[in-house]
């Protein structure tokens, strides 16, 4: 594979994975991995994530395609052949070693001198910050020390590539955002490449320079955070990633502009970038803060189903009055009068809010 260009570190071409007994674990995902990219593999629960990462890793043969590491085909190169480091949730160390011990194991198989074993060791422990707990065992460690050493295991070796696999999924809410942030920077620090597998889109959004948000083995979108939030590609990116309001209907180019025909005579006004749909049933999807109560009734009509305090803001659920659902977050203000369940709104969207999405990835 030598048509790939110098700053690709991971290549997967046409890559498909069929565990027999017709289940498609991944189908036909082309994706390139930039060096020096935290890059994540997002989506539920048996969309293909783990199979992915497995097959870059080398534990798992795809039954089709082509992965390539730095310009070098290694698809069928067994996992000691292709300088990658590994950290999976839970990832067991070894009990009766001390933390020395477990940081050292991939050196000493490596048969590096002992100076050199006890230097990057040290390195290594001082980049995840456990320096001095180098004769604790495990079992004296809390989860979060459990996790970073079997960071310090993977990154002692200085892989080309870190893979990892939901490493932060057993940590309590508040030691995983600490985690996160310090991975992140360890990641920065080092330069290496990261590939992260989680199921948790605050959790991608936040650390990721690049998501691919993976569903029933496809690839939906891939793309820089914000552009994923902001600018979802598909119906199932908006659903998955935050929340959003899905509306759909006919795109009807009028004399004051283009509008999306809804169902009951609603008229939604749209982005003049839409004109060009006239004529197609097109969905589209909303963000809940992009949408506001107008003060002047005009805007799309329904009422108020349910309000949830969520501290920093509310967030409304709304039943426009053909039926469609409608989600809502005004920002928490004190003093204000705020509309309760039951009582009559009308939504009003900017246009700039109106995104039209695919109902499913492109073949
Ligand atoms: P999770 O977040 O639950 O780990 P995932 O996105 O990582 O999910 P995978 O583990 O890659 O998903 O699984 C993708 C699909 O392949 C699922 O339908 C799963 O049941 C199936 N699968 C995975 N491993 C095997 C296997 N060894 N044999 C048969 N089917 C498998």
Wanted: glycine share 12%; with cysteine.
């Amino acid at each position: 594979m030598r048509d790939m260009t110098d700053d690709i570190a991971i290549s997967l071409k046409a890559i498909s994975k069929s565990y027999g007994g017709g289940v498609d674990a991944v189908s036909n995902l082309d994706l390139d991995i930039r060096e020096g990219e935290f890059f994540s593999l997002l989506g539920p629960s048996g969309c293909g994530k783990t199979t992915t990462l497995r097959m870059i890793a080398g534990f798992e043969e795809p039954t089709a395609g082509r992965i390539g590491l730095g310009g070098r085909d290694v698809t069928w190169a067994p996992p000691h052949k292709r300088d990658m480091g590994l950290v999976f949730q839970n990832d067991a160390l070894f009990p009766h070693r001390t933390v020395h011990q477990n940081v050292a194991f991939g050196l000493r198989m490596r048969r590096l001198p002992a100076a050199e074993i006890a230097a990057r060791v040290a390195a290594a422990l001082a980049q995840v910050q456990l320096t001095g707990f180098e004769a604790r065992h495990p079992g004296q460690l809390s989860g979060g020390q459990q996790q970073r050493v079997a960071l310090a295991r993977a990154i002692v070796i200085r892989p080309r590539v870190l893979l990892c696999d939901e490493p932060l999924g057993a940590l309590d809410r508040k030691l995983r955002a600490s985690m996160q942030f310090e991975l992140k920077e360890l990641q920065r620090e080092l330069g290496v490449t990261l590939i992260y597998v989680t199921h948790d889109q605050e959790e991608a959004l936040t650390m990721s320079d690049r998501i691919a948000v993976m569903n029933g083995g496809r690839i939906e979108q891939v793309a820089a955070p914000d552009t994923i939030y902001n600018r979802p590609a598909t119906r199932f990116v908006a659903d998955f990633i935050g929340e959003a309001t899905l509306l759909s209907g006919a795109v009807v180019r009028g004399a004051e502009g283009v509008h999306l025909a809804l169902s009951g005579g609603l008229r939604l006004p749209l982005p003049g970038s839409m004109a060009p749909m006239a004529g197609a049933e097109r969905t589209v999807a909303i963000r809940p803060e992009r949408i506001t109560f107008s003060g002047d009734g005009a805007g799309l009509p329904g009422h108020i189903v349910d309000a949830n305090f969520l501290g920093t803001a509310t967030l409304y659920k709304t039943r426009l009055d053909n039926g469609a659902l409608a989600l809502v977050r005004l920002p928490a203000a004190s003093g204000e009068a705020r509309p309760g369940p039951g009582d009559r709104v009308a939504l009003s969207i900017p246009p700039d809010a109106i995104v039209p999405v695919a109902s499913g990835p492109a073949a």
